[in-house]
């Protein structure tokens, strides 16, 4: 008896995910712009349930697959997004996607009037060693990069990055540098005698 009832709960969940399945459904709209009621192209489409997703045409059209219980995401550039789910679209009569504009305030922008040619001598005229981290101080502007220094390949690294490794022997630009490092070399050991 316990196998039994066992297998019918099987089968009657194994029959509901089956259901649940086929009742996938392709939707369409379009997207539009609240205030000017123009299309929006390459908005972006989400389905948040399946994680599918789709971006619209030229002409602001969309389609997409999904279930009558997923929600779809509408965001675009300079616009907020929407969240809306498949049911509640399918209950709109016009089929159509509305996004309004999203302002932000952003904070206050001091311009101060410098010399342009002293602000370029001081930039290109800026010492910067590769042992220290590329901190640039030029009249106010202060700019870290990071450390300048390349990848240096040793055992250690062959073992911990052998991508990195590999790559750093092999590809042009590498052996290029080798190469005129090595001639370089060559040159400082030469001795040259003017005649």
């Given at each position: 008896m316990k196998p039994l009832c066992t297998l019918l709960i099987l089968l009657l969940f194994t029959s509901y995910?089956?259901?649940?399945?086929?009742?996938?459904?392709?939707f369409s709209g379009l997207v539009i712009n609240a205030m000017t009621g123009e299309i929006i192209?390459?908005?972006?489409?989400?389905?948040?349930?399946s994680h599918n997703g789709t971006?619209?045409?030229?002409?602001?059209?969309?389609?997409?697959?999904?279930?009558?219980s997923d929600s779809i995401r509408i965001s675009y550039i300079s616009f907020e997004t929407k969240i809306i789910s498949v049911h509640d679209f399918f209950q709109q009569s016009h089929k159509s996607i509305v996004l309004h504009k999203r302002?932000?305030?952003?904070?206050?922008?001091l311009?101060?009037?410098g010399d342009w040619r002293k602000f370029k001598k001081e930039f290109i005229e800026a010492q910067v060693s590769p042992e220290q981290g590329a901190v640039i101080e030029?009249?106010?502007v202060r700019q870290y990069k990071g450390?300048?220094?390349?990848?240096?390949?040793?055992?250690?690294?062959?073992?911990?990055?052998?991508?990195?490794?590999v790559h750093h022997y092999f590809n042009k630009k590498?052996?290029?540098n080798r190469k005129t490092n090595r001639y370089m070399r060559i040159i400082k050991k030469a001795s040259y005698t003017d005649d």
């Amino acid at each position: 008896m316990k196998p039994l009832c066992t297998l019918l709960i099987l089968l009657l969940f194994t029959s509901y995910s089956g259901i649940s399945q086929t009742n996938k459904i392709t939707f369409s709209g379009l997207v539009i712009n609240a205030m000017t009621g123009e299309i929006i192209n390459n908005a972006h489409i989400l389905n948040m349930n399946s994680h599918n997703g789709t971006i619209t045409n030229r002409r602001g059209y969309f389609e997409l697959m999904g279930t009558l219980s997923d929600s779809i995401r509408i965001s675009y550039i300079s616009f907020e997004t929407k969240i809306i789910s498949v049911h509640d679209f399918f209950q709109q009569s016009h089929k159509s996607i509305v996004l309004h504009k999203r302002s932000e305030q952003l904070d206050e922008i001091l311009l101060i009037r410098g010399d342009w040619r002293k602000f370029k001598k001081e930039f290109i005229e800026a010492q910067v060693s590769p042992e220290q981290g590329a901190v640039i101080e030029l009249a106010g502007v202060r700019q870290y990069k990071g450390p300048l220094i390349g990848f240096q390949p040793n055992m250690a690294t062959a073992v911990t990055s052998p991508i990195s490794f590999v790559h750093h022997y092999f590809n042009k630009k590498s052996r290029e540098n080798r190469k005129t490092n090595r001639y370089m070399r060559i040159i400082k050991k030469a001795s040259y005698t003017d005649d």
